[in-house]
C-alpha cells in the first residue's frame, strides 16, 4: 500500500469523460530476419505467458481512510492489460493512427491497474506495432518513455526479452516522485493547501490569488501575452493522433545554416505546421502564439530527477517569411534560457508554476479565465540514439501519444530515435478537424527552412 | 429539436464508468458466392459513401433551458462512428468475442450521436463481423433489433444495401416512447415525479414508500424472495461478452416430450448453466435464484406498441434433477402468465414496477436494499424467422449485447434465428470470473434434458 502524491490525485481528479488522463507511446517494429509469417501470434503467445507482473503496474486504484492509495492487485487478469489485436485491410500508418486515435480515446477501467498493452498485427509488409496506455497517475510520460527504453536492447540477437509489465524492478523506480513533472511545480506553488485536493475550492483561490499579484508584477508581466486561439477551447472526448518521423541529418543542415539548436528548428517547424493550419481554418491570430515547452535545466549530474522549467516560446506565427521566423524563434528561446541560468531554483519553481497556473486553474474549476498564458505544448522527450531491438525486431520508429486538455487541444511532443526526430500529435477531433494534415505542414516547414538556406 | 423523455433521461443518469448503457448487437456473415478475398474491405469504401445519417443517428445531446434535448448533429463525422476493425490471428469465434468485450466496455463520446458501426474482417473462412452499438437513451433493444432487421432482406440477389444509420425512417419510429420498455413502468409508478429526474431524491423516497406498502401487501409479498448471491455485486467497468448458438431443432424435440413452451426449456438452460456455473464458484445459495423474464403481453393488434410484463421466473437452482427442475419452471412461468391473464392494464403495470422498483431504488441512489426482487435478467427478443442476407452476405447468426448492472452483474439475452436459438451473454468481467464457461453449461443443460427425454 502506497498514498498517491498529490500531483498523481491531481490526474484523477482532472479526468473526466472527455479528458482522458493516460499518455501513450506508439512503436513501429519489423519483423527478425527469417521470422515466419505468424510472426507476430507468435509473439503474442509468448508475452501472454509472462503473467508475473512487476510494480508499478501490479497497483491498482483502492481506497484507506478516506485517502486514494496504489494497492496490489490480487486478481490482475492479464486478458484485460495485454491485447493482440490487427488492423484491417490495407494494414497501412493511416489504418494504425485510426486504431490509435480510437483506443486512446477510451477511458480506463479504474478497478483495475491503469495500463494497456495493445500487440498490433496486419501493419504493412512485415511489420507491427505495439501501443501502450499508462494513466499519468502511475507512471509520467518521460518515466514511460524510460521504461519502453529498458524494454528494449541494442542486440538484435537477443531474445527471450520480457515485455514492460514484467520489467525487473530498478531502485527509485517505486518512488512515483522522482521523474520530472511539470504539475508538480503547480504543487510547490500552493505549498501546503496543495496536498489536500479534497479542498479544490481553496487550492483554485489561493492559485487566483497568486495570478492576480503576479500580473501586476512587471517581471512576471510577459506571462500573460497569448491570444485566444481555436486551440483553447473546450474539447470533447474523440482523440485523433497523427505520427511521423523526419530526419535528423536534414534538420540539422537547416541548424547548421542559420546557427540555431535542433530545438529550435523543430519549434520552427511546429510554427509553420500551426500558422498554415490556422490560416486554412481562418483561424490565425492576429498576435503570435505561445508554446509551453518544457525544458530540463539539470546543470550536473548528482541529482536523479530532472530539474524542469518552463520556456514561452513565442513562435512568430504573425511573420509569413521562414526564415526570420527560425531566426525570432531562436532569440526567443535563447533569451529564456539566459534568464534560467541567472535564476535560483526558488525563482525556476516560481516561474514555472505561474506560467502553469491559469490552465491549472480552468481545469480545477471549470472556469475560464481571461488570461491564457500559452496556446500549445510542445514537449521534446529524449529517446535512444542506436537502433533498437525487441527480441529480435527492428524498432523502424517510436511516438509519443500526449494528454489533449481544454483550453490545450493540440499536445505535439516529439522524441528523437537513431537519426530520426518522431512527431507525435494529439488532439480533440472535433476542435481541430483534419489534424493530420499537420503532418504535412511540419514537413512544409522544414522544406521551406532548407529553401531559405539554400540547402 | 426533441425533448428527451423521462425515459431516456433515466438511462444518461444511470450511466456511469464502470456501468454505460449501451445495447449492443453482433451479426456474423459469410462471403457471397464469388466474393473477391479484399470483400470486407470493399464493403468498408462502399459504407463510407453512405454519408447521408437518418433520424436517429444524427441525433446528439445537447441541452436547451437547462433540460436535456435531442439535436441534429451538424457536424457529424462519420469515421467516428462507422469503423472498420479486424480480428487478429488466428481469427476465430474467440477472438471476435475478445474483441466486442473491450468494445462493449467503452464508454461512448456524449459529445456526438450515441452509436458506432463496427465492421470486422479477419474472420475464419471468408466471414465477418458487424457490431452495433446504440446508445438505450437514443434506441431500446427491440428498436435496435428491429432495425437490425430492417437493414436485412430474405434475398440474397439485393445489392446496394444500405447500412443502419442511412436507413429510410419510417413513420413512428421517430418517436421514442412507442417501443415496448420496462424502464417506463417505473416511470409509471412514480406518476408525475418520474419526469422530474433532477429531483432524484423525490423520487427514490417515492420508490422507498411504494417498496415498503408492498411489503407489507400479502398479495405482492412473493415478489420479495430472491436471494442474495455473487450475481448482486458491485460491478466494475470489464465487460465480458459471451455468444452462441443453439439448435431449435434440439430444444423443440425436448418441449415436446415435457410438453412445455421454447421459453421454458430454454429458461431451464439458463437455469442449469447458472446452477453449475454458481457450484463451480462454490457460491450456489441454497434458495432458488429467480429470473426477470421480460414478456409480451399483447391481446390483439390494435395498438402499435407492445404492453410488456414481468415474470419472476423460479429457476429451481437448488434442485439436483434436471427433468425436475424444467417442469417446475414450466408450472411456475405458467401459473405467473394465468395470474397476467386476470389482471386490468394497470395492474400489470404496478406490478412490473414493484418488480423493477428496488434495482431502480438501487441504481438512483447507490445504496444498496436490503430486498433483491431478482437475481438476473433473462430476455428473449424475437428475431427473423427466414435466412437473411445484407448485401448478398448470409447472415449465419445475431447475438444480443446487453447491458450489466451494479447489483445485477449478468445479463442473459437470447434471440431466435432461422432454426437457432442465439444466446448473448454480457456480465461484469471481475465479478463473473470465466463467464464464457456458460456456454458450455447451457449445452450441458439442453443435452441433459435430452437424455432425461430419452432423445
Given at each position: 500500500m502506497k498514498p498517491l502524491s498529490p500531483t498523481d490525485q491531481l490526474f484523477l481528479w482532472l479526468e473526466k469523460r472527455q479528458q482522458p488522463m493516460h499518455v501513450g507511446g506508439l512503436q513501429l517494429f519489423s519483423f527478425p530476419?527469417?521470422?515466419?509469417?505468424?510472426y507476430v501470434a507468435q509473439l503474442a503467445e509468448q508475452l501472454r505467458r509472462h503473467t508475473q507482473v512487476t510494480t508499478p503496474f501490479d497497483r491498482r486504484l483502492d481506497t484507506r481512510l478516506a485517502q486514494p492509495v496504489w494497492v496490489h492487485?490480487?486478481?490482475?487478469?492479464?486478458e484485460h492489460h495485454f491485447r493482440f489485436e490487427a488492423l484491417p485491410t490495407p494494414g497501412r500508418i493511416r489504418e494504425l493512427l485510426t486504431f490509435v486515435s480510437a483506443e486512446h480515446s477510451h477511458l480506463m477501467d479504474r478497478?483495475?491497474?491503469?495500463w494497456e498493452f495493445h500487440l498490433i498485427e496486419g501493419l504493412g509488409e512485415r511489420q507491427f506495432a505495439v501501443y501502450i496506455k499508462v494513466h499519468h497517475a502511475l507512471v509520467d510520460g518521460i518515466s514511460a518513455m524510460r521504461m519502453i527504453q529498458q524494454m528494449l536492447t541494442t542486440n538484435p540477437a537477443e531474445r527471450d526479452m520480457p515485455p514492460i509489465w514484467d520489467l525487473p524492478v530498478r531502485a527509485g523506480?517505486?518512488?512515483?516522485?522522482?521523474g520530472p513533472s511539470l504539475w508538480r511545480s503547480v504543487g510547490h506553488l500552493l505549498g501546503?493547501?496543495?496536498?489536500?485536493?479534497?479542498t479544490v475550492p481553496t487550492v483554485a483561490r489561493e492559485l487566483l490569488r497568486t495570478i492576480n499579484d503576479a500580473r501586476k508584477d512587471p517581471a512576471y508581466d510577459s506571462i500573460f501575452h497569448a491570444p485566444r486561439s481555436i486551440l483553447n477551447q473546450k474539447i470533447t472526448g474523440s482523440r485523433r493522433f497523427a505520427a511521423q518521423s523526419y530526419s535528423l541529418d536534414r534538420i540539422k543542415a537547416v541548424c547548421h545554416a542559420f546557427h540555431t539548436t535542433v530545438n529550435d528548428v523543430v519549434t520552427a517547424m511546429c510554427a509553420t505546421a500551426l500558422r498554415t493550419y490556422l490560416m486554412n481554418q481562418d483561424a490565425l491570430p492576429a498576435k503570435p502564439l505561445i508554446a509551453m515547452v518544457p525544458v530540463s535545466l539539470r546543470k550536473d549530474d548528482s541529482s536523479e530527477g530532472n530539474q524542469v522549467g518552463v520556456i514561452l516560446a513565442?513562435?512568430?506565427?504573425?511573420?509569413?517569411d521562414a526564415a526570420v521566423r527560425l531566426t525570432r524563434i531562436h532569440q526567443g528561446i535563447q533569451t529564456a534560457k539566459d534568464r534560467y541560468a541567472t535564476m535560483s531554483s526558488e525563482e525556476i519553481i516560481n516561474y514555472t508554476a505561474l506560467t502553469l497556473a491559469p490552465a491549472a486553474f480552468h481545469l480545477l474549476t471549470g472556469m475560464a479565465p481571461k488570461w491564457q498564458t500559452y496556446n500549445v505544448v510542445i514537449s521534446n522527450v529524449p529517446g535512444p540514439k542506436e537502433t533498437c531491438y525487441w527480441n529480435g525486431a527492428r524498432l523502424e520508429g517510436m511516438y509519443p501519444v500526449s494528454i489533449a486538455m481544454d483550453r490545450l487541444a493540440l499536445n505535439m511532443t516529439l522524441t528523437s530515435y537513431n537519426g530520426q526526430v518522431e512527431f507525435g500529435l494529439v488532439g480533440c477531433r472535433r476542435t481541430l478537424p483534419s489534424l493530420q494534415r499537420m503532418l504535412d505542414y511540419l514537413e512544409d516547414g522544414l522544406a521551406e527552412l532548407e529553401r531559405a538556406a539554400g540547402l
Open positions: 530476419e527469417g521470422a515466419p509469417d505468424d492487485d490480487e486478481h490482475l487478469d492479464l478497478e483495475r491497474p491503469l523506480r517505486d518512488d512515483g516522485d522522482d501546503e493547501s496543495g496536498k489536500q485536493l479534497g513565442n513562435l512568430h506565427t504573425d511573420e509569413p
